[in-house]
């Protein structure tokens, strides 16, 4: 009896290697089940994190949109800023106007400016005088008459009115002469003439407004 005790109190192998297998196996079973369980869980963590991204951006991109829509159009920015560029381009037209005519002023002011009247030759009989410059002067100063003639007695004549007031002066020339005329803005006459010649009179002249 002993003996069959004994027997039966050993461990048969075949049985352990069996019940490894099967431990191995549902062992194997739970580690996939964890796996499935875990992995999916992870996935979707992920993906929920990345949806909470897109959807931050996409309220930017909202709200970027929304502020450009409530923005005035970048074109009148632009024809605003041309039109200025315009007017500032027109004033500095006007002020490099204005220096100039200040400059003119000025140059006038201090009699820097002149114009020629007269520059010519000519032929005038005997006794006769020739009206060389008729017509509107509009600054105060001066009228120089130079000329050379063939009658010792020629001369220079400048008249003009300014006011209430007649002006009439004359000046000798000669053969070779200079006479100065002072003037006031309006009509000046200037003539040139000779006296007492039986002969006709050759003239080469020039007179010139300084003003």
């Known amino acids: 009896m002993s003996q069959e005790n004994n027997v039966q109190k050993k461990s048969n192998p075949k049985i352990v290697v069996i019940a490894l297998a099967v431990i191995c196996v549902i062992l194997a079973a739970s580690l996939v089940g964890v796996i499935a369980i875990y992995q999916p869980n992870g996935s979707q ?16 991109i909202a709200s970027l949109e929304d502020r450009l829509a409530n923005t005035a ?42 114009g020629t009247l007269y520059d010519a030759n000519f032929v005038q009989d005997a006794n006769t005088t020739t009206t060389v410059w008729n017509n509107q002067l509009d600054y105060a100063g001066y009228i120089v008459v130079q000329a050379t003639a063939s009658a010792n ?7 003009y009115s300014y006011g209430e007031t007649n002006f009439d002066y004359n000046q ?40």
């Open 153 to 159: 007695t020629t001369y220079a004549e400048v008249i």
């Open 73 to 114: 159009n970048a074109s009148t920015y632009v024809t605003q800023i041309a039109y200025l560029n315009q007017q500032l381009l027109a004033l500095n037209d006007t002020l490099t106007t204005t220096n100039a005519d200040m400059l003119s002023l000025e140059k006038i002011l201090q009699l820097q400016t002149s």
């Open 45 to 60: 963590a992920q993906l929920a994190e990345k949806d909470s991204t897109i959807s931050s951006l996409q309220a930017q």
């Open 172 to 211: 000798t020339l000669g053969t070779s002469g200079t006479a100065l005329f002072p003037v006031l803005p309006g009509t000046v006459v200037v003539k040139i003439g000779n006296t007492n010649q039986t002969a006709t009179n050759s003239i080469t002249a020039t007179a010139t407004y300084i003003y």
